[in-house]
């Protein structure tokens, strides 16, 4: 009997959820946020098939302009231009070889060899149905993953949360330098300087201030994000004014769902990486796309037809990047820190409009957890319905040269960071954040690193001086609480895995243990 009423009161559950999530669906459908949803999803997806708009850029230009609109209309807008974005990049990466987004590269390795057989159409619309599986398994796990993260952070101290913070920016500048990691690091470092810039927050002791009394309040989030992603990318896109090739035509755009069916292992592993590699801070849907191709062409019987126009790695690719978006969001609503870049963004807009992430964001905001999924899953919708039906129109924006659009971008990062507070302060602040991050990004400095650096400094930053006004100076308590010493171990281990001689070691025992259980399948390929 015991057994019976487990079963029957999570079965009582699970539809009281069901029905929460079906309400809060049920409240954001009016006309005018369908407009926004529609209108927010079509200027997402024209982000990302034009190369050089980002769904970084995307959001961050979004959010300057959502400020004193309501929450709920706001964060439609938001994420849908987000979904859009994601998705938006493989139109460019199909059609013309040229990604749209970093997170659509691994998508034209095969997505392109599909076009040039005149299956463009067919490419496109598994690319469109495969990214909203891939949207909707991420929003599942955010659903059941976060109350279970935030049960676990709600255990954290003033000790363990300074060493989360430290644990963010090593691990996002572990993994997103391309050669050497102290880059990544390094970037990461300046990130934690910035933050430091301006009144501390518990004794109001002006840092780096130079005497300048604009400088007291610290520095905005909203203006470095703007200027660390959208002046390299303006530069970078003056710079290099070559035309873009002639789209690929393409006949009827299809939704292929028994190609999609025969493909379902394909799909739910590549979904499950995505929304992994989406939860560790600072990585992002370009991450995600490579790794799950290079699972799915590692595990194939016929590896040899990838890069030929392999319909599995386009379909495994979307999905991973896709499914990334709710991966990213678990950390960023559970603990405040952001999976990537554009969740960065989401980061500065949530506090644009006074929601706190973290742990007690459910005790502060009931059930914004369930709303902002039941917002994803309206946005997921909405990017599938217009690849489907508008494909073919927004496919000719691409005609457009990039550098056409770039003075209109400057112009509107202008716009939002004078928007914010309407302070001259942070147009001082956002040009120099985007000269530098432009010579970081030519020296291959990773820019996630700096960025999560400014978000996780100040948590670093009070948490540390907190901890140290709790112990009474007693710095031995950041190393002996058991949630720090597992932390420190995990910093350690990251920081060690990363030195030659020892990521060699790993590599081999590593492929030594897999070789004995790893096996190719051949699922319908």
Known sequence: MEILDILAALSDHFFLRVGEFGFKIWELITPANILILFGATILGIVFGALPGLTATLGVALLTTLTYGIDNNTAFIALLAIYVGAVYGGSYASILLNIPGTAAAAATAVDGYPLALRGEGGRALGMTTTASLIGTVFGLLCLILI???????????????????????????????????????????????????????????????????????????????????????????????????????????????????????????????LGVFIGAIPGIGEDIAGWVSYGVAKNTSRHPETFGKGEVKAVVSTECANNACIGGALIPLLTLGIPGSPPAAMLLGALMLHDVTPGPMIEFENPGFIMGFTAILLLAACAMWISGMVLAKQVVKVLKIPPSLFMPIIGVLCVIGSYALGLQIINLYLMVPVGIVAYFLTEMEYPIAPLVIGVILGPMADENLRRGLMVANGDITEFFTRPWCIGLIVIIGLTIMTQIPAIRRAVERSWNRFAGGFVRPTDGNE
Not at 217 to 242: D, H, T, Y
Not at 251 to 258: Q, Y
């Open 146 to 272: 976060a109350p279970m993260i935030i049960d676990l952070a709600l255990k954290f101290t003033t000790f363990e949360k300074f060493w989360l913070a430290m644990f963010g920016i090593t691990i996002s500048g572990t993994l997103t330098s391309r050669d050497l990691v102290y880059k990544g690091w390094i970037a990461g470092l300046i990130g934690l300087w910035l933050a430091c810039i301006g009144q501390e927050q518990l004794q109001t002791f002006p840092r780096y201030t130079q005497d300048l009394p604009e400088l007291q309040g610290g520095i905005e989030v909203v203006p470095v994000l703007i200027g660390a992603f959208g002046i390299p990318q303006i530069i970078k896109v003056l710079r290099n004014r070559a035309a873009l090739g002639k789209p690929a035509e393409f006949k009827r755009i299809l939704p292929e769902f028994k190609t999609i069916a025969r493909n379902l292992h394909h799909i739910f592993r590549s979904s499950g």
